[in-house]
């Protein structure tokens, strides 16, 4: 998911992942929600939709 992101300029839709990886959308939140108490996403309310944005370059998380 992390990679995916970062492939999009770092910054998609919640709604995209769901589609990308053709999760649910619960289990979609839950995994945003893990990746954003981790700080390596921040999540922006943009209308009714959640824009995912990358924290970090993806080097610094796999330290």
Known sequence: MISYISENGGQVYESELRKKFLLPRTTTWRAVKRLE????????????????????????NQE
């Open 37 to 60: 108490r981790e700080g390596i996403i921040e999540i922006e309310k943009i209308d009714q939709q959640n824009l995912i944005k990358l924290r970090k370059t993806l080097e610094e």
